[in-house]
């Protein structure tokens, strides 16, 4: 399945294969992902594609410092003709959902997307409403520092399942961006799955086995960055639960009924590269938040199966 999304997707994103594949996996597993790299590589392009290939409504709410969350998940507005109330929805009311520069946005604007990511329903005015189906957020940010931003907080980055940095292409596909960019501009990404597909393959990830060495595995990595005395906040058991999800849908893309030790090594680095926060004092050139998953990743034995 993954194959056909890259090949379709190539219509308007050169490279990119593994965060191609990134995002169907938390699609599939019912997950969020949050872009980061600096401006002009391909992140808007990239979700548009995306939601292109599903068939989906993409929304996309571009977050500054007076972004309100009404702005996010709508209101309710006076119909005078009519003398009623009638809700008016927000941009959060679609399949594939891109939160640009997520963190210029207030702490209270950002706190309106928990809920949403969290349970898949927005409360507006008391009222409980359910989002569609399926359901992904999809969040870029601004390097930290930068004027008028407000960094994450703990509890907003870990509603993300993965995180993946969007680097600068390589020279061969930044010139065949040149060379196509006409074409790219111009194209538009043919379905490959419909909403019925997607909701009916999450299903069937659901049922995808796991096996006890596994996920002995999967908690080893989380306490591993548990027990670090350089991490001042490590990562929850909703790190694991992800990493778990996650690592169902990548076998279920693979064509396998069962997971493996490498579905969870592949996708570690997305899962906890952003939940997990070092000492100041910890911090060195040569200590860092990659360093320390690689180095886990390297003393946690693998189980063999």
Do not use: W
């Not at 927005?122 to 009222?127: D, K, L, Y």
Request: with cysteine.
């Amino acid at each position: 399945m993954s194959d056909r999304f890259i090949d379709e997707i190539s219509k308007s994103v050169v490279g990119r294969k593994e965060i191609v594949e990134l995002l169907v996996v938390a699609l599939l597993s019912q997950g969020h992902v949050l872009l980061e790299g600096n401006p002009g590589l391909g992140k808007t392009t990239l979700a548009k594609a995306f939601a292109q290939t599903i068939g989906g409504e993409f929304n996309r709410i571009q977050m500054t410092p007076d972004t309100l969350p009404a702005d996010i998940v709508g209101t309710y507005v006076y119909d005078q003709k009519k003398g009623t109330f009638e809700l008016r929805k927000g941009p959060i009311f679609g399949n594939v959902i891109l939160v640009d520069e997520l963190n210029r946005a207030t702490p209270k604007a950002q706190s309106a997307l928990l809920e949403s990511m969290q349970e898949r329903q927005v409360s507006i005015e008391r009222e409980t409403i359910r989002l569609n189906e399926p359901f992904i957020v999809i969040a870029t940010q601004v390097a930290f520092g930068s004027a008028g931003t407000y960094p994450l907080s703990e509890v907003q980055s870990d509603r993300f399942a993965f995180s993946v940095e969007m680097n600068y292409p390589s020279i061969a596909d930044e010139k065949t961006i040149l060379s196509r960019i006409d074409q790219i501009e111009s194209n538009k990404c043919e379905r490959v799955l419909t909403s019925d597909n997607i909701v009916s393959s999450i299903e069937r990830v659901r049922e995808i086995y796991v096996s006890d060495a596994v996920k002995d595995y999967t908690v080893s990595l989380s306490n591993y960055l548990r027990n670090s005395d350089k991490v001042k906040t490590p990562p929850s058991t909703r790190a694991s639960i992800a990493l778990h999800k996650g690592a169902r849908a990548k076998a279920f893309l693979e064509g396998r009924d069962h997971t493996i030790p490498d579905d969870i090594k592949f996708l570690a680095p997305f899962v906890f590269e952003h939940r997990i926060y070092l000492k100041p004092e910890a911090i060195t050139e040569d200590i860092t938040s990659s360093s320390l998953i690689s180095q886990m990743l390297a003393e946690v034995p693998v189980p063999k199966e």
